[in-house]
Each structure stands twice: as structure tokens, then as C-alpha cells.
């Protein structure tokens, strides 16, 4: 069965920038498109990004465009959320997640396989 641990969040400055990875095991990465979703104190969870099973597709919700890059390696079996000019808004548990083959748009509910999380604070 995959699981799924995302690493790579912490403390930053408003327009500053970090890196979130998600490590895979388990299964063979590449059979899944990998999605980034957020959880903000008393906000309901939200989609941030999508990577399809080969990586030719990335998608953005209006709140990532333009500032965070998505990326994996296969071969590594690990997927990167590259974000920058980070914003007080952007604070919130960041989950990585998996479905097959390609992305299923932002329900929660269409993704099998969810990590633990890491928390993104960004400080004004």
C-alpha cells in the first residue's frame, strides 16, 4: 500500500519561499498523480496542485499560480512543491496526496492516499 510523508515545512517570512517534498513507499510512484492540498485552523481542507503519474501535467488552484511549482522524480519516488512570495494566507497543514494514474481534480474524497502533513507558517 503507498504511504506517503511530506517533509520540508517551517517558519518563514512573508515573500519568502520553501520547499515541501513527499516521499513515497510502498508502491511505485509513478502509477499515481500527486496531489498538494491545505488545511487552515478552521478552514476546510482546499487543493493546491496536482502532478499526473508521468509528471507531463501540472495543475493550479488560482491561490498557486504563478507562485508555487510542482515537480517530482520518479525515479527518487518523491514529489517537490516548490513555493514562493509565500503570504500570511498560505499558512496551513499541507498534505501530500494519491490517486491513479491522473489528477482527479480538488475533492478530497477522489484521493486514496493522504500523508500526515507538514506545517507551513508564514509570519508578516
Known amino acids: 500500500q503507498l504511504q506517503l510523508v511530506e517533509s520540508g515545512g517551517g517558519l518563514v517570512q512573508a515573500g519568502g519561499s520553501l520547499r515541501l517534498s513527499c516521499a513515497a513507499s510502498?508502491?511505485?510512484?509513478?502509477?499515481?498523480?500527486i496531489g498538494w492540498f491545505r488545511q487552515a485552523p478552521g478552514k476546510e481542507r482546499e487543493g493546491v496542485s496536482c502532478i499526473n503519474n508521468s509528471g507531463g501535467s501540472t495543475y493550479y488552484t488560482d491561490s498557486a499560480k504563478g507562485r508555487f511549482t510542482m515537480s517530482r522524480d520518479n525515479a527518487k519516488n518523491t514529489v517537490f512543491l516548490q513555493m514562493n512570495s509565500l503570504k500570511p494566507e498560505d499558512t496551513a497543514v499541507y498534505y501530500c496526496t494519491a490517486t491513479s494514474w491522473y489528477c482527479a481534480g480538488y475533492a478530497p474524497s477522489a484521493y486514496d492516499y493522504w500523508g500526515q502533513g507538514t506545517q507551513v507558517t508564514v509570519s508578516s
Open positions: 510502498g508502491d511505485t510512484l509513478h502509477l499515481y498523480a
